[in-house]
């Protein structure tokens, strides 16, 4: 297993969340908000404060070696024991400031950028980012996570929140429990910069560390990481091996 100042810094961030160091996501409000994962079905939902501020979380892109953090989410397990198509569950991971220049960090699946969303949308998106933080806030203790049903205040899935942020967003930025399950089929992960006023087109700048950084929830684990799992490893070994194998069959066949 490599070792690097990522890894470390990846176990002090786990640490951190095991201790319940907050008992409340940082709103963004003094211009440094709080990764936040959620996820929902028509029933209800599960929320886990990550901790992670996107200032601390820019600082572990930017060190040496790749990034490669994993939360253990504190009851969740619990969570989809009551659910009864955990298919069905879509889950997002988000963060936002809501003061002076906005930052949006979002989860999202294909479409990467809109150019047809404006400064203005993007702050209406950070503002229900804050909005739902607030929520989940008024419930969250020190275990770091909440689980409600669909008629909470605090439901992920309600239409503030939910995967478009109010439609403002122009893309989903949720995966699915199941379908996103490794760094193959991971969400990628993005910032969007936008003015603190006017109307230009926001900066929307993915997360690359080497390789694309990539969300996914593994069991009751949350990866956030730009390396894939040992087992995309071995399977891309095992493909070239073939590869390889095929190659000398075709130039023993012209023997």
């Given at each position: 297993?490599?070792?690097?100042?990522?890894?470390?810094?990846?176990?002090?961030?786990?640490?951190?969340?095991?201790?319940?160091?907050?008992?409340?996501?940082?709103?963004?409000?003094?211009?440094?908000?709080?990764?936040?994962?959620?996820?929902?079905?028509?029933?209800?939902?599960y929320?886990?404060?990550?901790?992670q501020?996107?200032?601390?979380?820019?600082?572990?892109?930017?060190?040496?070696g790749?990034?490669?953090q994993?939360?253990?989410?504190?009851?969740?397990?619990?969570?989809?024991?009551?659910?009864?198509?955990?298919?069905?569950?879509?889950?997002?991971?988000?963060?936002?400031?809501?003061?002076?220049?906005?930052?949006?960090?979002?989860?999202?699946?294909?479409?990467?950028?809109?150019?047809?969303?404006?400064?203005?949308?993007?702050?209406?998106?950070?503002?229900?980012?804050?909005?739902?933080?607030?929520?989940?806030?008024a419930?969250?203790?020190?275990?770091?996570?909440?689980?409600?049903?669909?008629?909470?205040?605090?439901?992920?899935?309600?239409?503030?929140?939910?995967?478009q942020?109010?439609?403002?967003?122009?893309?989903?930025?949720?995966?699915?429990?199941?379908?996103?399950?490794?760094w193959?089929?991971?969400?990628?992960?993005?910032?969007?910069?936008?003015?603190?006023?006017?109307t230009?087109?926001?900066?929307?700048?993915?997360?690359?560390?080497?390789?694309?950084?990539?969300?996914?929830?593994d069991?009751t684990?949350?990866?956030?990481?730009?390396?894939?799992e040992?087992?995309?490893?071995?399977?891309?070994?095992?493909?070239?091996?073939?590869l390889?194998?095929?190659?000398?069959?075709?130039?023993n066949?012209?023997?």
């Amino acid at each position: 297993m490599k070792f690097s100042l990522k890894t470390l810094a990846a176990a002090v961030v786990l640490a951190v969340s095991a201790t319940g160091a907050s008992a409340a996501i940082g709103t963004g409000s003094d211009g440094n908000g709080e990764l936040f994962f959620s996820s929902w079905d028509a029933n209800g939902s599960y929320t886990f404060d990550l901790n992670q501020t996107i200032n601390a979380f820019n600082t572990a892109v930017a060190a040496t070696g790749n990034i490669e953090q994993v939360f253990a989410l504190t009851n969740f397990g619990s969570f989809l024991s009551g659910v009864t198509d955990t298919a069905a569950l879509k889950f997002n991971l988000v963060a936002a400031d809501t003061s002076g220049a906005r930052r949006l960090l979002t989860t999202y699946s294909t479409v990467a950028s809109n150019p047809l969303m404006i400064n203005d949308a993007i702050r209406s998106a950070t503002a229900n980012v804050n909005g739902m933080a607030n929520r989940v806030n008024a419930y969250i203790g020190s275990g770091d996570n909440i689980t409600v049903t669909s008629g909470s205040t605090a439901w992920a899935g309600i239409p503030m929140f939910n995967d478009q942020l109010s439609g403002v967003l122009g893309f989903s930025n949720a995966g699915r429990l199941g379908i996103n399950n490794s760094w193959t089929t991971g969400l990628n992960f993005e910032r969007i910069d936008a003015l603190a006023s006017g109307t230009a087109i926001p900066l929307y700048t993915q997360y690359t560390d080497g390789s694309a950084v990539r969300v996914w929830v593994d069991g009751t684990n949350l990866h956030i990481a730009a390396v894939p799992e040992p087992e995309s490893y071995a399977m891309l070994l095992a493909g070239l091996g073939m590869l390889g194998f095929m190659a000398r069959r075709r130039l023993n066949n012209r023997v």
